[in-house]
């Protein structure tokens, strides 16, 4: 199957060149697509609560003399790693992950982290799913801002007969802060795609205009998304089917990930899920006497089998090249142990990628461990988290660098993460026609009324949304069309200035394209 | 567009004047569900009778402690009798059921009909939230030693209670300041004794600067706080009550010398009662009655802190705390008796917590009062165990707020109380709420009945099926619903058939409440209208 960048639902639209204007040549292909054009790809995100110890997780080889002397009742034994490159190995328990990275499905990030590590669980939390600096307090996560961009407006109007699916899901009985947009959570809490509650239908009789009609109506929106989702996330999970044998109980993030499988092999179209696996503050009895055993050992087998397992599943049913996984930990443990067999919280940490579309191999230097290290030290960071964040927006959602500086870090560094795949998207041309046709906005330049001209099989709604040059929405509104004609779309705002602006169009089957818009 | 907590109406007007209108049901309705968990229609019947300074002294009276949480199972405690409480008896390591008792003595203590009307459950969950002590299943005789001081504080003093919570040996291992020593000052308690229990962070007004308090102030108060550690902590073998106790020879006695936003003040030694001068400087600034007087606000009316609100509702507020010795009681009184707390508008805005919740389902049937199963002591301890991990299953768990900031309902901008809504969780309340209505809730096995012929008898004139419907809307949702809602909640009942039908079953049961043959038929219909009932999105406001 040939990869599509532009399709989100079996109806795509057709899509007239885009005409750059005078003097904007330059930039205006990159301008236009400042809102990254939606796909089929999949991000799987899987937390490992409690602050994973990468020191026993990817094992420097060539820092063993000083592993013996710091480290030296928690140290692996040489003998039981599983080598992936001369110098590097991962933990005698992850066998299977190791398979993957030399069957060129695994990237292993070395030292991801950020300045100024904060060691509270909590905080250090917040910072990773949110993505903020350290000392700044971000109340929405880094997919939810993402998304934000994707999906204007949301939950207004979701799900709709173009957008039928939930953007994001998370496993569990709560949405993963990472999901968190400015105004709501994107993902959908989904415990088992079976077994789901209908809720009450509302009567939708009228809402008082005050706080109490206001909490009112998010309760009822959050009902009817509920229903209108989880309909639609049954009726995916009973299509779908997992092509391996998940083990039953013994390991809880296996089974989140065989739901995951199910829905995606079922058709779900969510860009974004989340699972998560606790368990990772091994601040005691990390590691048995045979430090092969013990704790952590336990930990990264099950999530060593579920990975493993996960992208078995999605190969034998050919669905590997949509989906990528990501896993994280909101830091790293210090380098030397405690006096209990164990750890306590450190700083930067091993991050890993997996998928058939990642750059396999490993990025980053081995964590260099001196026999002098002080008591409270952790793992200096190598990579920016944000920079891993971003790149994978870049490289797996086709998100302009531009805008993922305003999502994630004006200083953001792009790394070669995930774009195995990109050459076949990029040349992808295979857009079917559903009826529909835009002409560019007019006049343009604007000084008020932006006109388009449009063509809809029959009468539709269409939705538009406007993002100023750092990707913020400033205006949104839908419009009903009928055949053929010029419509107005909206009146320049006084409060918007002079400039740039990219003209969002969504319509009711689903498609969407972008147009400049300049406002002289 | 309403999916923004900030959206704005119209600028309160409404201010501290005491409330003067029409003293109604309704009104009287709205103040038990703020004060008491899940008010009865014998409360709410009274409050009316009484009207509302009477309803005030009632819910607010200094009310008596619970007794303590006890062995209620054999274990590994063998030198205690099952009934004995644990909390003052030595602790080997070895009495996993403590935690659960504890669990199940505070949930049965919320959902209890044998406890006067009053505030003292809510408020002890509000200073749960405010400290949100949390620090894993450590010692569970200092879990029941603060929740005894939020009992005894409920509607104490701020100054009592900021003492007694400053020493509080779970606090001190939360906070680290056990930890915290002459050589090796730990800044955390101090911190958020500035940042969070007393004057709030303001902004930032220059590096180290955040207007209330600076970092130079943290580092003097974390060196004034030095010496305060823990005895018996998490094991005696003794029956000695675990303590904090002061260590001088581990105390700072240097001069501490504040910033000018605390007045340039120099801290001088003062050994164990050092933590209560710094404690005394931190209440004479205004910032800490106000930041103390908006967390009650937005437990009691509202997240939405406005300008106006500020001006004309937490600033008087404060003062009266100020006046008023930091009294609690007195600060309380004014915001309930206001004209602004009974404002139409705010009336039914607050998302139920997790407690609210499932109190609001059980309480107003006297939860299982009539099972005599439940004198059985350990079925009673595993009941309250069980409503515990239902608190879980939607987002609260059992004495582990989630940071030392309190649950983010309270706090979270701008989603507020939206928080303890989600699809999972909306999904989980209703299988809840519908597990305890419907026929099967058990505990170990031994079926639990909601038992409807006190409920109903209770009711003014429970024969006539609209006034029936009408009477329990008042009791379990925060306003008046339509008329189409109302229909649909009765066709629950009624099935099509004329109401006359209900007048006489549910009079023949009420005449012979021990016939199944009247009885069965009014249970299981009364069953779904309330299953019905508590999956409305009202239900889940109050």
Redesign the interface.
């Known amino acids: 199957m040939k990869r599509r960048n532009f399709i989100q639902t079996a109806a795509a639209l057709t899509i007239p060149t885009i005409l750059p204007l005078p003097g904007m040549k330059a930039n205006s292909s990159r301008f236009t697509s400042l809102i990254a054009p939606d796909s089929d790809r999949i991000l799987v995100i899987v937390h490992l609560f409690g602050g994973n110890d990468g020191l026993n997780t990817v094992i420097p080889l060539d820092q063993y003399d000083g592993l013996t002397e710091v480290r030296s009742q928690l140290y692996l034994k040489e003998r039981d790693v599983h080598k992936v490159t001369d110098t590097l190995a991962l933990h005698p328990g992850m066998q299977s992950m190791a398979n993957m990275f030399h069957d060129g499905r695994l990237k292993i990030i070395q030292s991801a982290g950020y300045p100024n590590q904060n060691r509270s669980h909590f905080r250090s939390t917040d910072i990773w799913t949110s993505a903020s600096e350290s000392e700044e307090f971000v109340n929405s996560g880094w997919v939810g801002r993402y998304l934000d961009t994707q999906h204007p407006g949301y939950p207004v109007g979701y799900p709709s007969e173009g957008q039928p699916h939930p953007p994001a899901i998370s496993i569990g009985n709560v949405a993963h802060p990472t999901c968190e947009g400015e105004s709501i959570n994107f993902s959908q809490t989904v415990e088992d795609p079976f077994n789901t509650t209908t809720l009450a239908n509302t009567d939708g009789s009228l809402l008082s205009n005050d706080r109490y009609g206001s909490e009112l109506d998010f309760i009822r929106t959050t009902m009817q998304q509920t229903n209108d989702y989880n309909t639609v996330i049954k009726a995916a999970a009973a299509r779908g089917k997992n092509a391996v044998k998940y083990p039953r109980n013994s390991n809880p993030l296996a089974t989140q990930l065989e739901k995951v499988a199910r829905m995606i092999s079922g058709g779900l179209k969510t860009k974004v899920y989340t699972v998560y696996m606790s368990g990772f503050d091994t601040h005691a009895r990390q590691v048995d006497a045979n430090t092969s055993g013990g704790a952590h050992a336990v930990l990264l087998s099950k999530v060593s089998e579920a990975i493993s397992l996960f992208q078995a599943d999605l190969k034998a049913q050919k669905l590997e090249e949509r989906v990528m996984g990501m896993t994280f930990s909101e830091f790293g443990r210090r380098i030397r142990p405690n006096a209990s067999f164990g750890t306590d919280h450190g700083t930067a940490g091993p991050m890993f990628l997996f998928g058939s579309c990642v750059n396999a191999g490993v990025m980053g230097d081995n964590v260099e461990v001196h026999k002098n290290v002080g008591q409270s030290e952790g793992v200096p960071m190598q990579f920016d988290f944000r920079d891993i964040y971003g790149s994978i927006l870049v490289d797996w959602f086709k998100v302009p660098t531009n805008s993922v500086k305003n999502v994630l870090h004006s200083g953001f560094k792009y790394l070669p993460l995930a774009g195995n795949c990109n050459e076949l998207l990029d040349n992808a041309t295979d857009i079917s026609k559903d009826g529909w046709a835009f002409g560019e906005p007019f006049p343009n330049p604007s000084t008020r009324e932006v006109y388009l001209n449009v063509s809809s099989p029959g009468y539709n709604r269409l939705r538009y949304s406007l993002f100023d040059a750092r990707g913020r929405l400033v205006l949104a509104n839908e419009i009903g069309v009928d055949g053929t004609g010029d419509h107005m779309l909206f009146k320049r705002p006084s409060r918007l200035p002079s400039g740039t602006y990219a003209l969002r169009l969504a319509t009711e089957t689903g498609g969407t394209i972008t147009r400049k818009v300049v406002f002289d | 567009?309403?999916?923004?907590?900030s959206?704005r109406?119209a600028p309160v007007v409404s201010s501290l004047t005491p409330f003067s209108g029409t003293w109604d049901r309704q009104k009287a309705a709205h103040l038990l569900r703020r004060t008491l968990y899940g008010p009865r229609i014998d409360e709410i019947n009274k409050a009316h009778r009484d009207g509302l300074d009477r309803t005030l002294d009632l819910i607010l009276a200094t009310a008596p402690v619970p007794s303590p949480p006890v062995k209620y199972r054999e274990d590994d405690d063998e030198y205690l009798q099952l009934g004995e409480t644990w909390v003052d008896k030595s602790c080997r390591g070895k009495n996993q059921y403590r935690n659960r008792s504890l669990r199940g003595w505070y949930y049965n203590n919320m959902v209890s009909s044998k406890r006067p009307s009053n505030i003292q459950e809510r408020m002890c969950f509000f200073w749960l939230n405010y400290f949100s002590i949390s620090s894993g299943n450590i010692d569970p005789r200092t879990m029941y030693k603060h929740l005894l001081v939020y009992q005894e504080e409920a509607v104490g003093n701020l100054r009592s209670i900021l003492r007694k919570i400053s020493t509080d040996p779970r606090m001190l291992v939360c906070l680290d300041g056990a930890l915290n020593s002459k050589k090796n000052p730990n800044e955390n308690f101090a911190r958020e004794l500035m940042e969070l229990f007393t004057l709030g962070k303001g902004p930032l007004a220059g590096p180290g600067d955040y207007t209330t308090y600076t970092e130079k102030d943290v580092a003097a108060l974390a060196r004034a706080l030095t010496g305060w550690k823990n005895r018996e902590f998490n094991f005696s073998a003794e029956n000695i009550p675990v303590e904090s106790y002061f260590d001088s020879s581990d105390h700072d006695t240097g001069d501490k010398q504040l910033s000018h936003r605390l007045g340039n003040v120099v801290v001088k030694n003062s050994g164990a009662n050092e933590y209560k001068v710094i404690l005394e400087i931190l209440l004479e600034q205004e910032a800490t009655a106000l930041n103390f007087c908006r967390e009650l606000y937005r437990y009691f009316i509202?997240h939405?802190i406005n300008p106006s609100v500020e001006d004309r509702v937490i600033a008087p507020l404060a003062k009266v705390l100020m006046d008023n010795n930091y009294e609690i009681k007195p600060v309380i009184r004014e915001l309930l008796k206001s004209e602004h707390f009974y404002e139409?508008?705010?009336?039914?805005?607050?998302?139920k917590n997790p407690h609210d919740f499932l109190c609001s389902i059980v309480c107003p049937f006297k939860e299982f009062e009539n099972e005599s199963v439940l004198k059985d002591i350990r079925l009673r301890y595993e009941l309250g165990d069980k409503y515990a991990d239902y608190m879980t299953?939607l987002?609260m768990e059992f004495l582990q707020p989630?940071?030392i900031s309190g649950w983010k309902a309270y706090y979270?901008?701008?989603?507020f109380?939206?928080h303890w809504?989600?699809?999972?969780?909306?999904?989980?309340r209703?299988?809840i709420s519908t597990a305890i209505i419907d026929g099967d809730f058990h505990i170990n096995g031994v079926p639990l009945d909601i038992d409807y012929y006190p409920f109903l008898k209770s009711l003014t004139n429970p024969l006539d099926i609209n006034k029936m419907i009408d009477e329990v809307t008042l009791i379990f949702l925060?306003?008046p619903?339509?008329s189409?809602?109302t229909a649909?909640l009765k066709e629950t009942i009624m099935g099509g058939l004329e109401d006359p039908e209900w007048t006489m079953s549910c009079g023949d049961f009420l005449s012979n409440p021990t016939n199944l043959n009247y009885m069965k038929p009014i249970a299981s219909r009364m069953g779904r209208f309330f299953v019905?009932l508590f999956?409305?999105?009202?239900f889940?406001?109050q």
Do not use: C, H, N
Not at chain 2, 1 to 5: A, D, L, T
Not at chain 2, 344 to 351: F, M, P
């Open positions: 567009m309403s999916y923004q907590s959206k109406f509202y939405d139409e508008s705010l009336r039914g805005a607050i998302i299953d987002g989630p940071t979270d901008s701008p989603q109380y939206r809504i989600s699809p999972a969780l909306l999904q989980r209703v299988q925060p306003r619903i339509s189409i809602q649909a019905d999956a409305l999105g009202e889940q406001l």
